[in-house]
């Protein structure tokens, strides 16, 4: 990631009138090791109103989505990028950048995603941008994988999301939706512990602090749009959103689920002599 300023002017506010999570909603961790090294773990209430088929589609085609809504003030009409219904305030842009397969998704290894955002934008303003240009290096059934690797020095940065269907009784109830983020090189010489307080001088716990409380609402909101987009484009029919079609659930949940595995993976990160080979970001969720 870079630390300038996400560049250009950030687009006005979305008001869809959705109720946004508060970071008290979740389950997370920072912690910092020896040689520098964050490790971050954030486990997410239960998703409820999707799917882990609907999360794989949307971080397939995010990029490419362009989508009309009907009825938000400032925007009435407009057709805008999916990205902006992701968060109603803290994105700007996100777009694929290189080789990509033929239906336009990421090619892991093969495809950079060039990110422009920044944290808690309405309240801390441009204090915490990210202007990035990661590798996707996992997209799958399960999950999505960026960062970045430097070479002889190996993975620097990278952000893990895992997804998978929750059952009860034979019936979906929801997504576990669970985050995990390495940032700083794995070397303990001289070179590699310079690199990491680089890193983790723009990277540290203030910035995902303000990260923590994006990351709550940008996830919350699928339960907000996803299911109604996802039905549309398996029709074939062009994306379109209103407030009428928000489809979350009118209660919120207001704890992670599943601690003990949250808890399991704070320890498994901070005791790892290479915390990236235990993320596994390149392969299937752990889940």
Do not use: C
């Not at 929750?166 to 669970?178: C, I, L, M, S």
């Amino acid at each position: 990631m870079s630390s300038a300023s996400a560049s250009g002017d950030m687009p006005s506010a979305r008001d869809f009138g959705w109720r946004l999570r508060e970071k008290s909603a979740s389950h997370f961790d920072i912690s910092q090791r020896d040689n520098g090294q964050f490790t971050v773990v954030l486990n997410h209430p239960l998703l409820r109103s999707v799917s882990a088929e609907m999360l794989s589609w949307w971080f397939r085609t995010f990029t490419t989505l362009r989508v009309t809504l009907e009825d938000v003030p400032g925007y009435v009409g407009e057709r805008v990028p999916g990205y902006m219904l992701w968060h109603p305030v803290d994105h700007l842009s996100a777009t694929l950048i290189g080789r990509t397969s033929a239906d336009g998704s990421p090619l892991p290894g093969r495809t950079q995603i060039h990110i422009r955002e920044a944290m808690q934008y309405g309240v801390f303003g441009q204090r915490f941008p990210v202007d990035a240009k990661l590798t996707v290096y996992y997209a799958g059934p399960d999950g999505w994988a960026m960062g970045k690797r430097l070479p002889l020095l190996g993975p620097a940065m990278m952000l893990r999301i895992h997804f998978r269907n929750v059952f009860d009784e034979g019936k979906r109830v929801g997504v576990h939706y669970h985050y995990e983020v390495v940032i700083g090189v794995s070397g303990r010489d001289p070179i590699s512990r310079l690199i990491n307080r680089r890193l983790t001088a723009a990277y540290g716990p203030d910035f995902f602090a303000a990260w923590q409380t994006h990351n709550v609402e940008e996830v919350g909101t699928f339960e907000n749009f996803l299911a109604p987009l996802f039905a549309q484009a398996e029709r074939g029919e062009p994306l379109r959103f209103s407030r009428r079609m928000d489809a979350a659930p009118p209660d919120a949940l207001d704890s992670g689920y599943d601690e003990a595995l949250f808890q399991r993976r704070v320890e498994t990160l901070k005791g790892a002599g290479d915390p990236y080979a235990v993320q596994a970001y390149d392969q299937g969720s752990f889940l």
